[in-house]
């Protein structure tokens, strides 16, 4: 079994930026590609892209990629997602999941994730 616990989260004014966490325990991240989901209140659940365990390549949505960056640290068995630049409509409970490596992007998107966190909320006031 894996344990994912996020932090990080907080209300921030737009343009502003914030760094969330996810640390994992009982399994090692190295063994596993990094996802991040949001959800918006009243919103679906939404992929917002994986950070790769082999060579760290990372994929993003478009609706936020130029902002949003994943990073990992193996040795803390940690993953780190920067958002800069943010918009209220970035608003959500921000999630990160873990996958066995290598499965496409269609498959992380469809959320077929095998552990998941519970979440750390950000509120992005205009």
């Known amino acids: 079994q894996m344990q994912l616990v996020e932090s990080g989260g907080g209300l921030v004014q737009a343009g502003n930026s914030l760094r969330l966490s996810c640390t994992a325990s009982?399994?090692?991240?190295?063994?596993?590609?990094m996802g991040w989901f949001r959800q918006a209140p009243g919103r679906e659940r939404e992929f917002v892209g994986v950070?790769?365990?082999?060579?760290?390549?990372?994929y993003y949505e478009d609706s936020v990629k130029g902002r949003f960056t994943f990073t990992r640290d193996d040795a803390k068995n940690t993953v780190y997602l920067q958002m800069n630049s943010l918009k209220p409509e970035d608003t959500a409970l921000y999630v990160c999941?873990?996958?066995?490596?290598?499965?496409?992007?269609?498959?992380?998107?469809?959320?077929?994730?095998?552990?998941w966190g519970k979440g750390t909320l950000v509120t992005v006031s205009s």
């Open positions: 950070i790769r365990s082999n060579d760290d390549n990372t």
């Open positions: 009982g399994r090692t991240i190295g063994d596993f590609d």
């Open positions: 999941a873990a996958k066995k490596k290598g499965f496409g992007v269609v498959t992380l998107r469809r959320g077929a994730m095998d552990y």
